[in-house]
Protein backbone atom coordinates (compact mmCIF):
# COMPACT_ATOMS: atom_id res chain seq x y z
CA UNK A 1 0.00 0.00 0.00
CA UNK A 2 1.32 3.19 -0.65
CA UNK A 3 1.06 6.15 1.38
CA UNK A 4 2.02 9.63 0.30
CA UNK A 5 1.97 12.46 3.04
CA UNK A 6 2.19 16.23 1.71
CA UNK A 7 3.60 18.73 4.35
CA UNK A 8 4.69 22.67 4.10
CA UNK A 9 1.83 24.64 3.31
CA UNK A 10 0.78 27.52 4.55
CA UNK A 11 -0.47 31.14 4.61
CA UNK A 12 1.82 33.52 3.06
CA UNK A 13 2.25 37.17 1.23
CA UNK A 14 2.71 37.29 -2.52
CA UNK A 15 6.42 37.36 -3.51
CA UNK A 16 6.88 34.66 -0.81
CA UNK A 17 8.55 31.30 -0.93
CA UNK A 18 7.18 28.04 0.00
CA UNK A 19 8.87 24.49 0.10
CA UNK A 20 5.99 21.98 -0.25
CA UNK A 21 7.72 18.23 0.54
CA UNK A 22 6.21 15.22 -0.28
CA UNK A 23 7.18 11.37 2.25
CA UNK A 24 6.49 8.59 0.24
CA UNK A 25 5.93 4.74 2.16
CA UNK A 26 5.15 2.03 1.38
CA UNK A 27 7.31 -0.03 -1.28
CA UNK A 28 10.00 0.86 -3.49
CA UNK A 29 9.61 3.80 -5.83
CA UNK A 30 12.09 2.98 -8.49
CA UNK A 31 10.84 3.71 -11.70
CA UNK A 32 8.07 5.93 -10.33
CA UNK A 33 6.92 9.11 -11.58
CA UNK A 34 6.06 11.46 -9.38
CA UNK A 35 3.78 14.67 -9.45
CA UNK A 36 2.49 17.27 -7.94
CA UNK A 37 -1.20 18.98 -8.71
CA UNK A 38 -3.11 21.40 -6.99
CA UNK A 39 -6.95 22.23 -6.67
CA UNK A 40 -8.35 26.12 -6.02
CA UNK A 41 -11.70 26.45 -4.76
CA UNK A 42 -15.24 25.37 -7.55
CA UNK A 43 -11.78 24.67 -9.80
CA UNK A 44 -10.45 21.32 -11.81
CA UNK A 45 -7.60 19.36 -10.23
CA UNK A 46 -4.71 20.35 -12.16
CA UNK A 47 -1.24 19.75 -12.86
CA UNK A 48 1.76 21.22 -11.75
CA UNK A 49 4.57 19.53 -11.86
CA UNK A 50 6.54 16.44 -12.49
CA UNK A 51 9.24 14.47 -12.59
CA UNK A 52 11.09 10.64 -13.42
CA UNK A 53 12.92 8.56 -10.82
CA UNK A 54 16.10 9.17 -12.45
CA UNK A 55 15.49 13.10 -11.83
CA UNK A 56 15.67 14.06 -15.64
CA UNK A 57 13.72 15.78 -17.04
CA UNK A 58 11.11 17.51 -15.48
CA UNK A 59 7.53 18.71 -16.72
CA UNK A 60 6.35 21.69 -15.74
CA UNK A 61 2.76 23.58 -16.37
CA UNK A 62 3.27 26.84 -18.26
CA UNK A 63 1.57 28.69 -15.28
CA UNK A 64 5.13 28.23 -12.88
CA UNK A 65 6.84 29.80 -15.23
CA UNK A 66 10.72 29.40 -13.91
CA UNK A 67 9.18 29.58 -10.27
CA UNK A 68 8.39 26.23 -9.48
CA UNK A 69 11.22 23.63 -9.03
CA UNK A 70 10.64 20.24 -8.39
CA UNK A 71 13.16 17.59 -6.76
CA UNK A 72 13.38 14.14 -5.25
CA UNK A 73 15.58 12.05 -2.98
CA UNK A 74 15.37 8.38 -3.99
CA UNK A 75 17.51 7.58 -0.70
CA UNK A 76 14.54 9.36 1.21
CA UNK A 77 11.51 8.81 -0.53
CA UNK A 78 10.87 12.12 -0.64
CA UNK A 79 9.63 14.93 -3.55
CA UNK A 80 10.07 18.55 -3.32
CA UNK A 81 8.00 21.51 -5.00
CA UNK A 82 9.95 24.96 -4.54
CA UNK A 83 7.64 27.46 -5.16
CA UNK A 84 9.48 31.55 -5.65
CA UNK A 85 7.27 34.46 -6.04
CA UNK A 86 4.10 33.05 -5.04
CA UNK A 87 0.99 34.76 -6.72
CA UNK A 88 -2.41 34.90 -5.11
CA UNK A 89 -3.62 32.60 -8.17
CA UNK A 90 -0.87 29.85 -6.54
CA UNK A 91 -3.16 29.63 -3.52
CA UNK A 92 -5.15 26.12 -4.09
CA UNK A 93 -4.65 22.81 -2.49
CA UNK A 94 -1.53 21.27 -3.33
CA UNK A 95 -1.16 17.23 -3.75
CA UNK A 96 1.61 14.87 -4.59
CA UNK A 97 0.75 11.95 -6.68
CA UNK A 98 2.48 8.89 -8.01
CA UNK A 99 2.68 7.33 -11.13
CA UNK A 100 3.59 3.36 -11.11
CA UNK A 101 4.32 3.32 -14.50
CA UNK A 102 6.67 6.14 -14.85
CA UNK A 103 5.00 7.51 -17.83
CA UNK A 104 6.18 11.64 -16.86
CA UNK A 105 2.30 12.79 -17.32
CA UNK A 106 0.46 15.61 -17.01
CA UNK A 107 -2.68 13.95 -17.07
CA UNK A 108 -3.90 12.93 -13.33
CA UNK A 109 -5.69 10.11 -14.66
CA UNK A 110 -1.96 8.59 -14.50
CA UNK A 111 -1.15 8.93 -11.35
CA UNK A 112 -2.65 6.18 -8.80
CA UNK A 113 -1.73 7.23 -5.72
CA UNK A 114 -2.70 10.34 -3.90
CA UNK A 115 -1.84 12.34 -0.69
CA UNK A 116 -4.00 14.09 1.18
CA UNK A 117 -3.14 17.68 0.08
CA UNK A 118 -1.72 20.45 1.75
CA UNK A 119 -3.17 23.98 1.90
CA UNK A 120 -1.37 26.97 0.14
CA UNK A 121 -3.22 30.75 0.56
CA UNK A 122 -1.32 33.74 -0.88
CA UNK A 123 -2.38 36.93 0.07
CA UNK A 124 -2.30 40.38 -1.86
Avoid at 32 to 51: D, K, L, N
Wanted: hydrophobic letters at 30%; charged letters at 15%.
Amino acid sequence: QVHLVESGGGLVQAGDSLRLSCAASGQTFTGYTMGWFRQAPGEEREFVAAINWSGSPAYYAHFTKGRFTISRDNAKNMVYLQMNSLEPEDTAIYYCAADPQGRGSSWYGHYDYWGQGTPVTVSS
